[in-house]
């Protein structure tokens, strides 16, 4: 018993002592790996710096200061393994990444893919951060772009997190890539008003707006000689071409246009509709040949209608026919 606890202590002694032997390089590893730590979050920052201003640079610079980082810190940690453990080389620990590589990329294949295709819209620079997008059924502003996935912030308050791969093989509306947007919407007028003159008035409107530009000009169209009105297309630009901008304008757009129209006489309708009744009490009815739909044409005679001897006579006729069903169908209960 005495011999395997002297065994141990002398095992526990060694590892300790080799411990302290260690101590120095372990001492000096951290501090390395600390200093490129360092050095790799000052390298980020000056990329970001030298690129903040530089519209088509920007995304760039974000990926280029994070891969310079990621570079940065990885160097510093093969360093400090070196000199915490002297045997150790880095051409080993490459050669079991490479062997490992592929049952890694199955693994995570949708992290791998969803990474470059991070890259490549940072790279290609599709959108940027603060634009509008629309990506399917979400639309809003994207907040952040990093590399396995993009968030956006919803006008309502939301935050969606897409992954760049969706992002890379979808269609994406950027509604902020330019710097103005052109507006519409259809104004509906009566048939027996002037058109030249309804559009003049809409074209005086839309000038009287403070948000519409003048240059683009806005334009007014007819588009459609509707149901139960005559249909105008209305067409703005506004600049900057964010929703609120949007928004707000439209609200001032149509309120000048219904009190322009409107203080000029201009009839703005609504939809009708027009319901024919078949007349039922005609002596036709029945007969499709001869049997009218809606009102008189003015060509021919117009039916006569049923005399009451005869609609009476009718009814007691059907009223028969009711009844003999109805008792034959008892003879057959009762048999």
Do not use: C
Not at 56 to 63: F, R
Not at 139 to 164: K, Q
Not at 236 to 254: E, G, H, T, Y
Not at 311 to 317: G, I, T, V
């Amino acid at each position: 018993m005495k011999a395997e606890i002297s065994a141990a202590w002398d095992k526990v002694q060694s590892m300790i002592n080799g411990f302290i032997v260690l101590l120095p390089n372990i001492v000096l590893g951290l501090i390395v790996f600390i200093f490129f730590f360092f050095i790799a979050g000052r390298i980020k920052a000056l990329v970001k710096r030298v690129t903040r201003n530089r519209r088509y640079a920007g995304n760039l610079g974000l990926v280029l200061g994070r891969l310079a980082k990621g570079v940065t810190i990885l160097i510093g940690l093969f360093i400090a393994l070196s000199i915490v453990i002297p045997s150790f080389k880095v051409s080993d620990l490459v050669q079991l990444l490479g062997i490992s590589g592929v049952a890694i990329g199955f693994a995570f294949r949708d992290i791998l893919q969803n990474f470059l295709a991070g890259i490549l819209i940072l790279l290609t620079e599709p959108f940027q951060i603060d634009d509008q997008i629309v990506f399917k059924s979400f639309e809003g502003t994207v907040e952040n772009i990093e590399t396995r996935a993009t968030t956006i912030r919803t006008y309502d308050g939301r935050r969606i997190v897409i992954p760049n791969s969706e992002l890379f093989i979808n269609s994406v509306t950027v509604n902020t890539a330019f710097d103005n947007r052109r507006l519409e919407y259809d104004v509906g007028i009566g048939y027996g008003d002037d058109i030249d003159l309804a559009k003049q008035l809409m074209l005086d409107a839309m000038l009287s707006v403070d948000e519409v530009l003048k240059d683009p000009a806005p334009d007014v169209l007819a588009m459609e000689l509707a149901g139960s009105s005559v249909n105008i297309r209305v067409r703005w630009w506004v600049n900057p071409p964010r929703r609120a901008d949007n928004l707000i304008s439209r609200d001032k757009v149509i309120t000048a246009i219904k009190k322009k129209l409107v203080a000029n006489g201009i009839d703005l309708p609504f939809p009708t509709q027009q319901i024919l009744f078949h007349d039922q009490t005609e002596e036709t009815d029945g007969n499709r040949s001869r049997q009218r739909e809606g009102w008189p044409s003015g060509k021919g005679e117009v039916p006569k209608p049923r005399s009451i001897s005869s609609s009476l006579r009718l009814l007691a006729q059907k009223q028969d026919d009711g009844n003999s069903k109805v008792d034959s169908a008892k003879v057959d209960n009762e048999t």
